[in-house]
């Protein structure tokens, strides 16, 4: 514990809270007449580039000093790490510790610290950004679904793509894995937040849905390195001339390949799986995925480090290796090596080590079985293939 919070008191590029600054600073100048986008945070180009209803929601910080919303950001994403750490990392942990008399707690302050390396975890922190809290809201559907309480799933997915839309892939993993309801009830919690927030501001959503939205130089430059996404690569690699219909083949590629996994996944009763996919799916297709968006990506992390514990034993020491490795370049912040110039052989290999490990767990994440199938409302059916942790 001590080594990472040396490292992380000294090692990280510090962000000096910069999104929360630009939410703080946003709805500040918004509830004393200003328009969300038209501001801009001072000495910068860059403005509010969510949904209005993320606006709504982050209203309450302009109430607040700004020490005390940046102390918000902080404890929403702490709240947020120990719920998926509690929900997705703890179960890996006791399947790991099994008959093996280990101290559950102190695995799990291990695995803690090694959560908060990441970059991505980092770099939500610092900047003071809302993903962590959207992936524990994404997570809690994605827990009903794998209790049997499928029939109430949809709220907080919808919520999420409200506030931001790349969760919106969720909603597409609902209904293409039979969830028909759910899609239903993610979609209408989705239209019903957007509803409000154009009744509260309708220029500020008629702004946001005809112009806000399509200029993604609001958000910065598509070939900046720490766009790891699809559009990311290849705006590096044609900075210049970049070509839309190579990128939407690209993603129809991944879309595919994500379905017919996604679908797999929900076929062994591994719901979490799926869910994990889809994160890592959004990732590449959205058009900008900067470092601290990979935070979708530790889902992925832990299915890979549970089948790392529940293979076979020649296939367990290849996984633990794989997962040790995608973890210590995940901390790396490798990427940055060539934040000056990314160009070239090495830049393509090196400047986009985030997509490829994106793109490597969507095709190669071990499947597992850890139950029976299930039906569209989350509840077990019968299978013909015994369960096997």
Not at 17 to 46: E, M, N, Q, S
Not at 52 to 64: C, G, K, Q, Y
Not at 91 to 116: D, I, M, N, S, Y
Not at 132 to 160: I, K, M
Request: hydrophobic share 50%; aromatic share 10%; net charge positive.
């Amino acid at each position: 514990m001590v080594g990472t919070a040396v490292f992380l008191a000294t090692v990280p590029l510090h962000r000096d809270f910069f999104d929360v600054a630009v939410y703080y600073g946003t709805v500040d100048d918004w509830v004393h007449g200003g328009r969300i986008y038209d501001y801009l945070k001072p000495g910068t180009r860059y403005g509010f580039t969510y949904p209005p209803f993320a606006a709504v929601s982050m209203a309450p910080m302009a109430l607040v000093p700004w020490p005390v919303a940046v102390a918000i950001s902080i404890v929403l994403s702490a709240v947020a790490s120990a719920l998926l750490l509690h929900w997705l990392a703890a179960p890996v942990v006791r399947r790991a510790l099994a008959g093996t008399g280990g101290h559950e707690w102190f695995v799990l302050t291990v695995v803690g610290c090694l959560f908060a390396l990441l970059e991505p975890v980092r770099d939500t922190f610092s900047f003071g950004q809302v993903n962590l809290a959207l992936v524990a809201l994404v997570f809690v559907d994605a827990r009903l679904l794998a209790t049997g309480r499928g029939r109430y799933a949809g709220v907080c997915v919808g919520l999420a793509t409200a506030v931001k839309l790349t969760p919106g892939l969720f909603i597409g993993y609902l209904l293409i894995t039979g969830r028909r309801r759910q899609a239903a009830t993610a979609t209408a919690t989705a239209g019903g937040a957007t509803l409000l927030a154009a009744l509260v501001d309708p220029a500020a959503s008629r702004a946001f849905w005809t112009d806000a939205l399509w200029r993604t130089d609001r958000v910065g430059e598509l070939g900046y390195v720490s766009n790891q996404s699809l559009q990311g690569v290849l705006a590096r690699l044609q900075p210049d001339h970049p070509s839309r219909a190579f990128w939407a083949l690209c993603v129809l590629a991944v879309l595919a390949v994500w379905a017919y996994r996604a679908r797999a996944a929900v076929r062994d009763g591994d719901d979490q799986a799926g869910f994990a996919l889809t994160g890592l799916a959004a990732c590449l297709v959205s058009p900008v995925t900067w470092v601290h968006h990979l935070v979708w990506l530790i889902p992925a992390l832990i299915v890979l480090a549970d089948a790392a514990v529940s293979g076979t034993e020649g296939g367990r020491r290849a996984l633990r290796a794989v997962c040790a490795g995608v973890h210590v370049v995940l901390c790396s912040s490798v990427v940055w090596l060539w934040r000056w110039d990314s160009t070239g052989p090495d830049a393509f290999l090196g400047a986009n080590t985030y997509v490829w490990i994106t793109l490597g767990l969507l095709l190669f994440l071990p499947p597992r079985r850890v139950g029976h199938p299930r039906d569209a409302d989350g509840a077990s059916a019968p299978s013909a293939s015994p369960a096997r942790s």
